[in-house]
């Protein structure tokens, strides 16, 4: 499957939800606008996808919608597609394989069902619902550097790559330390078939 080819006009095209504050937000003067390509916040309460999305992204959500099992199952969407592959796309820049993307890609459906969300639980944003100590709100709101923030935790967590001996499931519960420890292994399946399509 070809990777996405994203333009610089998709995030700014999304409406509805661009960037509003929500639950726990931060302040809307620090997230006047999309800080990414593809993957825009968007409020809590969003339905449906608006905005100028990749063909390849849609393909990509039918694809997958056929294969999933969990939760993203039928879920997939334009939107929800291109903030998963800037989660591979980010592993990718890392350096780091499938099996990572994994971890993170589980973490973000049980998080957010792959929504760059911007409020949360007091003030957590994002797709990973990270709080305020993993960064500004930009920071958190951009798939590629909260991405990159949770892999930072993960080698806090597990350093020299100590993870690798773990389950996917307890990993993923070790960086985000849930009050639902269970939820992450529940999405490893319908995550690696997600990485897997998008991993080129």
């Known amino acids: 499957m070809p990777k996405f080819v994203f333009?610089?006009?998709?995030?700014?095209?999304?409406?509805?939800?661009?960037?509003?504050?929500?639950?726990?937000?931060?302040?809307?003067?620090?997230?006047?606008e999309a800080p990414n390509k593809g993957c825009a916040g968007v409020e809590l309460d969003v339905s449906g996808v608006s905005g100028d999305f990749p063909e390849e992204a849609e393909k990509a959500a039918d694809a997958l919608n056929d294969k999933l099992k969990q939760d993203m199952a039928g879920n997939m969407n334009a939107r929800t597609a291109t903030c998963?592959?800037?989660?591979?796309?980010?592993?990718?820049?890392?350096?780091?394989?499938?099996?990572?993307?994994?971890?993170a890609m589980a973490t973000t459906i049980v998080e957010t069902h792959l929504n760059n969300y911007t409020g949360g639980d007091r003030d957590s944003?994002?797709?990973?619902?990270?709080?305020?100590?993993?960064?500004?709100?930009?920071?958190r709101l951009d798939a590629g550097q909260a991405t990159e923030a949770?892999?930072?935790?993960?080698?806090?967590?597990y350093p020299d790559g100590s993870w690798e001996d773990e389950s996917p499931g307890k990993v993923a519960?070790?960086?985000?330390?849930?009050?639902?420890?269970?939820?992450?292994?529940?999405?490893?399946?319908?995550?690696?078939?997600?990485?897997?399509?998008?991993?080129?």
């Open 7 to 32: 333009t610089a006009t998709s995030s700014v095209l999304l409406t509805g939800g661009l960037l509003l504050a929500g639950p726990g937000a931060a302040s809307a003067d620090e997230k006047e």
């Open 84 to 103: 998963a592959n800037e989660v591979v796309e980010a592993t990718k820049d890392r350096d780091m394989g499938k099996d990572a993307a994994t971890i």
């Open 125 to 139: 944003i994002g797709l990973y619902q990270q709080r305020d100590h993993y960064g500004s709100s930009e920071d």
């Open 150 to 157: 949770f892999y930072d935790e993960l080698d806090v967590v």
């Open 173 to 200: 519960q070790d960086v985000q330390r849930s009050a639902y420890p269970d939820r992450y292994h529940d999405q490893i399946d319908d995550a690696e078939v997600i990485v897997d399509h998008l991993w080129s």
